[in-house]
């Protein structure tokens, strides 16, 4: 069964970092694309970017809002998924939420963590 | 502003059928599988439809979806009370090279 387990949400400064965490299990980790998804309090879903499975070199891809503040990375040893956030904005402030692609052939998001809440206030 | 296009709320009543429209463009919906989303509040999305039309295992299929041209529609025979929740479509955007969502219908079982 895919299980996806976000962490490290939390209340940051405006301009602050934060790091979350994403751990996978039930499947190849290495063979899959990796998305992160944000919602906003009472708003819709905003995807936030991407990381290509191992045989296309991990490569990502970001939305233009946080392109250049947020990196996408992952450890396949680890079976884990990470976002680091910088200079972080209060419109950052939402739900993040951690996803698998549906299989090898189709690569949007197709099974969902519970997410994490990340509050970016003073 | 989303790049697609949903109707803000849909609404039936048990037993019937009701449709759901997602309206986009030629770089994200024409071009590429369109995705349907599930989303009951306070819980994660689930996966009702991809690439179009196909349905996951488990996805009763009284759901449904297809895709003409630009615009793409889920729909949902046999209304039950348990349908009730947000739905969110979703394509890669070719001009934007990300994946792009529509702003969410709230569906209400009258």
């Known amino acids: 069964e895919v299980q996806l387990v976000e962490s490290g949400g939390g209340l940051v400064q405006p301009g602050g970092s934060l790091r979350l965490s994403c751990a996978a299990s039930?499947?190849?980790?290495?063979?899959?694309?990796m998305d992160w998804v944000r919602q906003a309090p009472g708003k819709g879903l905003e995807w936030v970017g991407r990381?290509?499975?191992?045989?296309?070199?991990?490569?990502?891809q970001y939305a233009a809002s946080v392109k250049g503040r947020f990196t996408i990375s992952r450890d396949d040893s680890e079976n884990s998924l990470y976002l680091q956030m910088n200079s972080l904005k209060t419109e950052d402030t939402a739900v993040y939420y951690c996803?698998?692609?549906?299989?090898?052939?189709?690569?949007?998001?197709?099974?969902w963590g519970q997410g994490t809440l990340v509050t970016v206030s003073s | 502003q989303s790049v697609l296009t949903q109707p803000p709320s849909a609404s039936g009543t048990p037993g019937q059928r009701v449709t759901i429209s997602c309206s986009g463009s030629?770089?994200?919906?024409?071009?590429?599988?369109v995705y349907w989303y599930q989303q009951f509040s306070g819980s994660a999305p689930k996966l009702l439809i991809y690439?179009?039309?196909q349905r996951p295992s488990g996805v009763p299929d009284r759901f449904s979806g297809s895709k003409s041209g630009t615009s793409a529609s889920l729909a949902i025979s046999g209304l039950r009370s348990e349908d009730e929740a947000d739905y969110y479509c979703?394509?890669?955007?070719?001009?934007?090279?990300?994946?792009?969502f529509g702003g969410g219908t709230k569906l209400t079982v009258l």
């Open positions: 996803a698998r692609d549906v299989n090898t052939e189709t690569h949007a998001p197709g099974y």
């Open positions: 039930g499947f190849t980790f290495s063979d899959h694309y």
């Open positions: 990381t290509r499975n191992k045989a296309e070199s991990y490569t990502t």
């Open positions: 030629s770089s994200n919906i024409e071009k590429n599988n």
């Open positions: 690439r179009s039309n």
């Open positions: 979703a394509a890669w955007d070719d001009s934007l090279s990300g994946r792009v």
